[in-house]
Every structure is written in structure tokens, then in C-alpha cells.
T-cell receptor, first 112, second 112 residues
Framework: TQLLEQSPQFLSIQEGENLTVYCNSS?????LQWYRQEPGEGPVLLVT?????EVKKLKRLTFQFGDARKDSSLHITAAQPGDTGLYLC????????????FGPGTRLSVLP | NAGVTQTPKFRILKIGQSMTLQCAQD?????MYWYRQDPGMGLKLIYY???????DKGEVPNGYNVSRSTTEYFPLRLELAAPSQTSVYFC???????????FGQGTRLTVV
């Protein structure tokens, strides 16, 4: 069974600070996705990374896929209260059928 | 655009009761999924389907059943509710594996 670990589990920062959250696995994934989930809602896709070493930017968010395609990071610059939520990474692999494997998430709170 | 619609949003069941969680999508996606999300945990896959008439077990299928008679609908059945099934249930759909998964708003189920 492929497992994804995320760190930190919880993060509380002040508006304007930078932060990085991590998603790690011992398994290789063909692609990896990051979702954000707000209270009472389902997760919403932020980005998909496919190539080892790939870096994608989405406004103040920077996503990186590790060279070995086992890990990923999400960096937020100048965090805003609207960034508050649960950040989930999801791996798509070849050895667990046809589905997504989700990590436990990082719960981010950005205080004004 | 409706996307993925789940009903009901909330439900309280007594131990031993049964119920069906409804899920419908209007995007003509072949892939559909049922997840449960426990507090502080990620999404655990219960069942998934790659097309009408085809379903398969995920990581935590015990106590649940599904059917997929059409592309649009993917109901989840709980036959004998147990307190361990208290959770938030999410239905999702996608085109091919690895593309964006679209989630419903979830059903919060409490078994007492």
C-alpha cells in the first residue's frame, strides 16, 4: 500500500509570513496533486505535477515535485487569511489500482 | 454547473439502521469514487468505479456496498450502521485517472 505523509500537521502563522508544507512517500508516483479543502466543502484541485523536478507557480503558491517523484512541497509567499484551509496532497500511482492516494493533510491557519 | 451533487448533507442514524448516500455527476465522467474523511485524517477510499457496471473495492470497503448502473449515479449503501462509520463521506468523479478529481460537498453521517 502506498502511503503519503504530510508535514507539518498543523501550522498557524501571521498574515504576510512565508511557509512551506511537505508531502513525502517511499513510493514513486506517476503524478501528484495538491488540493485545498475549506470547512464544510470538498477538496478543490490546486495543481497537478507530473515530471520529476517540475516546478509550478500559481500566483503566490509554488509547487515542486521531487526529482525521484516521491515527494512534493508547497510554498506560499506572503500568506493571507484567505489561504486558510486543509492542504491535501494526492498521489497517482501504478501499484494501487486506479485511484488517488491522499495524505492526511496540513491544516493551515493564517491570522490577520 | 452542478458538478458532483451529494445528498443528504447531514444524517443521524441509529446503530443497525441502513441508508443510501446519493451521488450524481453531470460531467459525463467515467471514474467515480467514494471516500470517507475522519477527523485529522486524510481521505480513505471506500469504493471506486471506472464506468457503468464496473465497481471495485478501495482501502476500507467493509460495511459498504455500491452500484453503478449509469454513468451519472454512484450510490453508497450502508446496510448495518455502526458507530465506526461516523464520518464525513465524499463522492468524487474524474475523467481518466490522474486528471482533476471533482468532489461533492460531503455528507456528514453520525451513527449513535
Amino acid at each position: 500500500t502506498q502511503l503519503l505523509e504530510q508535514s507539518p500537521q498543523f501550522l498557524s502563522i501571521q498574515e504576510g509570513e512565508n511557509l512551506t508544507v511537505y508531502c513525502n512517500s517511499s513510493s514513486v508516483f506517476s503524478s501528484l496533486q495538491w488540493y485545498r479543502q475549506e470547512p464544510g466543502e470538498g477538496p478543490v484541485l490546486l495543481v497537478t505535477v507530473v515530471t520529476g523536478g517540475e516546478v509550478k507557480k500559481l500566483k503566490r503558491l509554488t509547487f515542486q515535485f521531487g526529482d525521484a517523484r516521491k515527494d512534493s512541497s508547497l510554498h506560499i509567499t506572503a500568506a493571507q487569511p484567505g489561504d486558510t484551509g486543509l492542504y491535501l496532497c494526492a498521489g497517482v500511482g501504478d501499484n494501487y489500482g486506479q485511484n488517488f492516494v491522499f495524505g492526511p493533510g496540513t491544516r493551515l491557519s493564517v491570522l490577520p | 454547473n452542478a458538478g458532483v451533487t451529494q445528498t443528504p448533507k447531514f444524517r443521524i442514524l441509529k446503530i443497525g439502521q441502513s441508508m443510501t448516500l446519493q451521488c450524481a455527476q453531470d460531467m459525463n465522467h467515467n471514474y467515480m469514487y467514494w471516500y470517507r474523511q475522519d477527523p485529522g485524517m486524510g481521505l480513505k477510499l471506500i469504493y471506486y468505479s471506472v464506468g457503468a457496471g464496473i465497481t471495485d473495492k478501495g482501502e476500507v470497503p467493509n460495511g459498504y456496498n455500491v452500484s453503478r448502473s449509469t454513468t451519472e449515479y454512484f450510490p453508497l449503501r450502508l446496510e448495518l450502521a455502526a458507530p465506526s462509520q461516523t464520518s464525513v463521506y465524499f463522492c468524487a468523479s474524474s475523467r481518466p485517472l490522474g486528471t482533476e478529481a471533482f468532489f461533492g460537498q460531503g455528507t456528514r453521517l453520525t451513527v449513535v
